[in-house]
């Protein structure tokens, strides 16, 4: 490392003996005759009168766990504690390295000197430690109420979504907003271009579609009554219960002429009690066609 360094010791050294070790070597000593180093200790440090150790170099070997002792003019011990130094070697400005692989993409090393270094990088004074967001991707479809439910999905890192129709941004009169921004559920009868908008801490990107339009169902259900039917003797018809059952036609080949009529109508077949067989025609045929009812 090679620098310079500074060791605060004591506040006021005056009346006081100091000594100082590192791994059971002392390094110097203050006393009533001075300031003593020792070794190679005294080229390279000074003790100042504030009570300031002062190193000219430094290197990561010298860190560790230093003792100092603090005594009285009458050699009485009045402290003792352990001062701990880490040295930590600083980095070198980084060397970018660059160069294009197979695919067209540009790949990019980082070197530097210096003890567990660090890296981040930034483009065009962008963060690269996040990955920009894709062009959004819109999923349209239509709910059993006509309304109209999208989506959208977009790759990278924490997107944020916001919507407009025809360039306004959304709102309640128009869609149903909730707390997941990445899908609306727009109102029946919205027509127009819906943008979706993905943004993050690196970039943005939005994508515009036509609102999708849905179709209207309407099924309408008629119910026919049937009232005061009576059996060929004259009584009143009892309820009959309506049976649904495997029915087996067969075509009958033989060809009867009638009158075409303009519309056919057909038949309802009603099983009360026990059958062996019906006969049923339906108008406007040219096949008779019979057919059994298993039950």
Known sequence: MAQSFSMHLIPNPTGHHLSLRFNSVEIFKVNNNG???FGKFEKCCSFLPDGILKWDKVYKIQSGVYLLEVHDENGRIQQRRNITLTITVPVSPPVLSQHCTSHGEIRVSCFTLGEDPEYSWT???HPLDRVPVSPPVLSQHC???GEIRVSCFTQGEDPEYSWTLNDHPLDRGV??????TQTVILNRN???DLTCTARNLVSTANTTQKVLTCPVFCLIKKKQQKTGQRTPDGRPEEPQELVYSQVTVVKNKNKIKRQQEPDV???EVKISGSSQGVRHTAEGQEDIVYARIRT
Do not use: I, P, Q, R
Request: no cysteine; charged share 15%.
């Open 190 to 192: 919205m027509s127009g």
């Open 35 to 37: 300031v003593k180093f």
């Open 143 to 145: 709910t059993s109420h």
């Open 175 to 180: 869609a149903f907003l909730s707390n997941e």
């Open 265 to 267: 109508v057909y038949g």
């Open 123 to 125: 483009l065009n004074d």
